[in-house]
């Protein structure tokens, strides 16, 4: 590993290169800032070699684009697509997304919006239940979406015109854009052709295992669900890979490469991330999902820890396998190509003891969370966004995904599962903060002009 060598002046800068490199997997000039592909390249190498040594990755570094090709052990819906807005990705816009990249790769040196919003029409007329019309709003405010997703990334620069002028009237309005050929190839090349796919099951890394590699592929995949998870429980650890995570080396060499301290509790161990750069998400956090979120965190803990009223039926392990069953069951069957398809293999038998009982969690109902919800609008609304003040429901739906990508809580039929990483945010204190009299415009406290203020415990 050459982070063991690297001079200790020095290992500060490789380690800010790796963060980079782990939480985008795609670097490009201006993305996610223009200074992180210089750094990448100035330590390409070491890097190229300890990714592919300690997880299994493939580095490939040009001069325009730095692209880490992962090796996905376990489905994760936590790292979605999001637009300007910060919304999740639909369905509609991951494909015009993919669609776009589609007539990009076969465009030129430029190409304006409603060119490429042609192109995808045409393309998307051979989806079944697609369409891009550019006589709906809707259709427009989607495509436009995927484009920006694009340009924040470095595959299109605007050169001229206005991509919102189009949104709003495309009869008026139109944009020009530079294509980056480079990054269009670099953000999207699967390793086999999906249509021959017949589950998804099949995009998992390492499927078949020999007996002498066994230890050290169980060691990759513990050094991978670290640096790609915000925490590693135990419980969903094989036996060979529950032996990997309690190898302190292993924990180590993690700690060594991205510069992060391990913090290690009997239920698992999470990357405690206090520069802000390692994850996309950072919490506890300014805005009002966040400032919720760990509201919310401070009343399931309370709730969870009234043993009392918490008898053991209202504790339940954690589900497995929803989300691959879910994707299974989305996969077109006429897009597959039945003559190179391949049939799921044959997993040989694990050589291992049984699993231990799984354990339980905390459960708690959907008509729980959303009484407590309303309840914590109602004394704190006045201090969110404009957004949620009148969206209980969405503001519910937002918050329980920010704690499901933080693995924080599992959503569950009916409900949610208290998941061991959120005690760590249970002592959140509270001020809401009021405009003196003396402030300028001070006569908005009439209309709610109050700011709310949330302090966990830890950095996530």
């Not at 051979?126 to 709906?136: A, K, M, N, W």
């Not at 495509?143 to 990334?153: H, I």
């Not at 002028?165 to 309005?173: F, K, L, S, V, Y």
Request: aromatic content about 6%; glycine content about 6%; hydrophobic content about 45%.
């Amino acid at each position: 590993m050459h982070a063991r060598t690297i001079d200790p002046l020095a290992l500060d800068g490789y380690q800010r290169a790796a963060r980079v490199l782990l939480a985008n997997h795609l670097v490009t000039r201006v993305f996610p800032d223009r200074i992180a592909l210089a750094l990448i390249r100035r330590w390409a190498t070491e890097l190229r070699e300890d990714l592919a040594e300690l997880l299994g990755y493939r580095l490939e570094v040009t001069e325009t684009t730095a692209r880490v090709f992962p090796l996905p052990d376990r489905l994760d819906s936590g790292r979605p697509a999001r637009t300007p807005a910060d919304r999740v990705f639909d369905r509609r816009r991951y494909a015009y997304l993919s669609l776009a990249l589609a007539a990009l790769g076969r465009a030129g040196a430029q190409i304006t919006l409603s060119e490429l919003a042609a192109q995808v029409a045409v393309y998307a007329q051979r989806v079944d239940g697609l369409e891009l019309s550019t006589q709906r709003a809707a259709d427009r405010d989607a495509f436009v979406d995927a484009v920006a997703w694009l340009a924040v990334r470095g595959a299109l620069t605007l050169a001229d015109g206005d991509a919102g002028g189009w949104a709003t009237d495309p009869e008026a309005g139109e944009a020009l854009y530079d294509i980056d050929r480079p990054v269009v190839f670099a953000i999207f090349r699967p390793p086999r052709a999906l249509q021959h796919l017949r589950s998804v099951e099949a995009l998992l890394a390492e499927r078949t295992d020999t007996t002498g590699a066994q230890p050290a592929m169980s060691a990759r995949r513990v050094r991978r669900s670290l640096v790609e998870s915000p925490v590693v429980y135990t419980e969903s650890l094989s036996a060979a890979e529950r032996s990997a995570l309690a190898d302190d080396t292993i924990i180590a060499e993690v700690e060594l490469l991205t510069g992060l301290h391990a913090e290690r509790r009997a239920e698992g161990v999470a990357l405690i991330d206090t520069s802000g750069r390692f994850s996309d998400v950072r919490f506890p956090g300014t805005g009002t999902l966040s400032q919720v979120a760990l509201l919310l965190i401070g009343e399931i803990a309370d709730r969870a820890l009234d043993l009392d009223d918490l008898p053991e039926q209202r504790r339940r392990p954690a589900a497995s396998g929803a989300l691959a069953a879910g994707l299974d069951a989305a996969i077109p069957a006429e897009t597959v190509f039945a003559a190179l398809a391949a049939e799921p293999e044959e997993q040989p038998p694990a050589d291992e003891p049984d699993p231990p009982e799984p354990p339980t969690h905390p459960f708690l109902d959907d008509q729980w969370i959303a009484e407590t919800m309303r309840a914590l609008t109602e004394r704190y609304g006045s201090t969110f966004a404009g957004q949620w003040q009148s969206d209980v429901t969405g503001l519910t739906t937002e918050v329980l995904g920010l704690l499901t990508r933080l693995g924080l809580i599992a959503v569950t039929d009916g409900g949610i599962l208290a998941l061991p990483a959120l005690a760590r945010y249970r002592g959140a204190v509270v001020t809401v903060r009021r405009r003196a009299d003396t402030e300028l415009f001070a006569s908005a406290r009439s209309a709610g002009a109050e700011s709310i203020t949330t302090s966990g415990e830890g950095t996530h």
